[in-house]
């Protein structure tokens, strides 16, 4: 889809973790948005996802796409890549989600992640 019209981007790394298997847990549950800890939590392969968006985002863009960012080419596989977890960029906020999720205390960890996710400027919500 094109609309002639530049929206303008920002590319920030995104911390999120993936639980395991949760008993009652489908796609079919919603996505829930914590606001006051900037967190998500939505299904994810039969457990839950937790996301934390950072409101004053840690700077972590590895070496490999500094240089990259260079050359003004970002490959189609860039859309895939995984950097090294950082719990410094979920933290408190992380921690708060088990509170909000109580199930989450019970279950363990299948993986963290971390990775390119795309953005407004100022991290707030684009509406059109």
Known sequence: FRSG???????????????????????QLPVVREFSHHLYC????GGLMIGVFEPQPIPHV???????QLSNYVPRSASNEV??????????DFEAALDCFPVLQQSGIRQWLHGPDTHSPDHGFMLG
Request: with cysteine; charged share 30%.
């Open 5 to 27: 019209e530049c929206i303008p981007l920002g590319y920030a790394p995104h911390q999120y973790t993936i639980f395991e298997r949760i008993d009652g847990v489908s796609n």
């Open 42 to 45: 939505k299904p994810e392969v």
């Open 62 to 68: 590895p070496d490999f796409v500094k240089e990259r």
């Open 83 to 92: 950097f090294e977890e950082s719990m410094d960029k979920a933290g408190a």
